[in-house]
């Protein structure tokens, strides 16, 4: 097996470090979703993204054990629904994730969504910090999470979250909620990190930048990413994709290609409105 290219990682506040691209998973799913996680691990990738939700955590725990890669190099990440938040639920459907992982812990759990309507989050937060304590979980953190809702569960129960999985694309580059992260050391992760591959690959600045370096639009806005030291998780189902978004991590940008490309973004970039300010997950 060729070695794993050694890729640019981030620091949280705690010493907890991500490399900076991982493998996102939603959708992929059955004997097809385990061999593409396999595959991936083969290649490189050392952190994958899951979530109850994506009714694969079966499928990514099978492809991480046949990976053949020490299981100490991999960072498995899930996500409690919100259905789950109340604390005698959460509790069950975190040791439910680990079971279905087949893992003795999981690496990283994040709540999904705050869903502040239901207000049952910081519920769900204790929970994880009691898992983490009973050494169900290794690592513990939020996604979709707003200032607020990251200034409430850390008021309330002292413990800071290691991450926020948040939607960040150059449509929708978050600057402000970046810079938040930055300061308290928490790593932000990108999720829908591609723009799920759609028109935003089209748009001439990522054309231009991506034949001045001989790359695609994908590695440009991975690249991207990377600079910006964000975590990004783009979903690949195939080897190639998965290759060449690994690679991406190895291209520097220049200040100003950074700059054209954040220039993309605008108030209205969500991929699919979900502010998390309203929106409820179930
Ligand atoms: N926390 C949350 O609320 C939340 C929400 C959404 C997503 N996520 C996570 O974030 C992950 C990524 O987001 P996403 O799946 O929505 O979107 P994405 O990663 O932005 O885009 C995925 C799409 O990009 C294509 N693609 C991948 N690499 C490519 C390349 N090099 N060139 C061209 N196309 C490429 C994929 O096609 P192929 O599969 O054919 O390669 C797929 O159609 C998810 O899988 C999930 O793990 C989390």
């Given at each position: 097996?060729?070695?794993?290219?050694?890729?640019?990682?981030?620091?949280?506040?705690?010493?907890?470090?991500?490399?900076?691209?991982?493998?996102?998973?939603?959708?992929?799913?059955?004997?097809?979703?385990?061999?593409?996680?396999?595959?991936?691990?083969?290649?490189?990738?050392?952190?994958?993204?899951?979530?109850?939700?994506?009714?694969?955590?079966?499928?990514?725990?099978?492809?991480?054990?046949?990976?053949?890669?020490?299981?100490?190099?991999?960072?498995?990440?899930?996500?409690?629904?919100?259905?789950?938040?109340?604390?005698?639920?959460?509790?069950?459907?975190?040791?439910?994730?680990?079971?279905?992982?087949?893992?003795?812990?999981?690496?990283?759990?994040?709540?999904?969504?705050?869903?502040?309507?239901?207000?049952?989050?910081?519920?769900?937060?204790?929970?994880?910090?009691?898992?983490?304590?009973?050494?169900?979980?290794?690592?513990?953190?939020?996604?979709?999470?707003?200032?607020?809702?990251?200034?409430?569960?850390?008021?309330?129960?002292?413990?800071?979250?290691?991450?926020?999985?948040?939607?960040?694309?150059?449509?929708?580059?978050?600057?402000?909620?970046?810079?938040?992260?930055?300061?308290?050391?928490?790593?932000?992760?990108?999720?829908?990190?591609?723009?799920?591959?759609?028109?935003?690959?089209?748009?001439?600045v990522l054309r231009d930048v991506a034949n001045a370096h001989?790359?695609?639009?994908?590695?440009t806005?991975?690249?991207?990413?990377?600079?910006?030291?964000?975590?990004?998780?783009?979903?690949?189902?195939?080897?190639?994709?998965?290759?060449?978004?690994?690679?991406?991590?190895?291209?520097?940008l220049?200040?100003?290609e950074?700059?054209a490309i954040?220039?993309?973004?605008?108030?209205?970039?969500?991929?699919?409105?979900?502010?998390?300010?309203?929106?409820?997950?179930?």
């Amino acid at each position: 097996m060729t070695p794993a290219p050694a890729l640019p990682s981030f620091t949280a506040h705690n010493g907890f470090s991500l490399p900076a691209i991982g493998l996102g998973t939603y959708r992929l799913n059955g004997d097809a979703g385990a061999d593409a996680v396999a595959v991936a691990i083969r290649a490189g990738y050392r952190l994958i993204d899951s979530a109850f939700n994506y009714e694969n955590e079966g499928s990514v725990g099978r492809g991480v054990a046949a990976a053949g890669v020490d299981r100490s190099e991999i960072i498995v990440t899930t996500k409690l629904p919100g259905r789950h938040h109340p604390a005698a639920r959460a509790r069950t459907s975190i040791e439910e994730s680990r079971s279905r992982l087949g893992l003795d812990a999981t690496d990283l759990h994040l709540i999904h969504w705050p869903n502040p309507g239901q207000d049952e989050y910081l519920q769900a937060w204790e929970a994880l910090v009691d898992a983490q304590q009973r050494g169900v979980v290794r690592q513990i953190g939020v996604s979709n999470f707003l200032p607020e809702h990251l200034e409430r569960i850390e008021r309330e129960t002292g413990v800071r979250p290691v991450v926020n999985q948040i939607e960040v694309h150059p449509f929708f580059p978050q600057e402000e909620q970046l810079a938040y992260h930055r300061e308290r050391g928490i790593l932000t992760e990108a999720w829908s990190p591609l723009g799920r591959a759609k028109e935003l690959l089209d748009e001439a600045v990522l054309r231009d930048v991506a034949n001045a370096h001989g790359i695609t639009p994908a590695q440009t806005v991975l690249a991207w990413h990377v600079a910006r030291e964000t975590v990004a998780i783009p979903k690949a189902s195939s080897p190639e994709h998965q290759s060449s978004n690994l690679d991406a991590a190895a291209i520097t940008l220049t200040d100003d290609e950074v700059a054209a490309i954040t220039a993309l973004g605008r108030p209205d970039g969500r991929l699919f409105g979900a502010d998390p300010a309203t929106h409820e997950e179930s």
